[in-house]
Nanobody, 115 residues
Framework: VQLQASGGGLVQAGGSLRLSCGASGSFLSINVMGWYRQAPGKQRELVATITRDGRTNYADSVKDRFTISRDNPKNVLYLQMNSLKPEDTAVYYC??????????WGQGTLVTVSS
């Protein structure tokens, strides 16, 4: 299974970015998909998750600014990030849980928010 994330980049505070993550490989289905991030010197943290039927969960720090979504037929995960802040600067990783039950991580995409 391979995850290919894209969409990161440099943006000014208050700006927007949209991350994408495509999954390919051998699996029956993808159950939960999620975005995590790791800032320099910090531990990886949850940003948002979404179940196959669309239930979402967000970290308090991104609620009302970020929106997670997915395209089930295409096995693609998205993260729309609005009103970005310098503290959102991090490497963003996508994660999936499949059937058969396994977890996979993408390679990460860097988001840098300048003040």
């Amino acid at each position: 299974v391979q995850l290919q994330a894209s969409g990161g980049g440099l943006v000014q505070a208050g700006g927007s970015l949209r991350l994408s993550c495509g999954a390919s490989g051998s699996f029956l289905s993808i159950n939960v998909m999620g975005w995590y991030r790791q800032a320099p010197g910090k531990q990886r943290e949850l940003v948002a998750t979404i179940t196959r039927d669309g239930r979402t969960n967000y970290a308090d720090s991104v609620k009302d600014r970020f929106t997670i979504s997915r395209d089930n037929p295409k096995n693609v995960l998205y993260l729309q990030m609005n009103s970005l802040k310098p503290e959102d600067t991090a490497v963003y990783y996508c994660n999936i849980e499949t059937t058969p039950r396994r977890g996979y991580w993408g390679q990460g995409t860097l988001v840098t928010v300048s003040s």
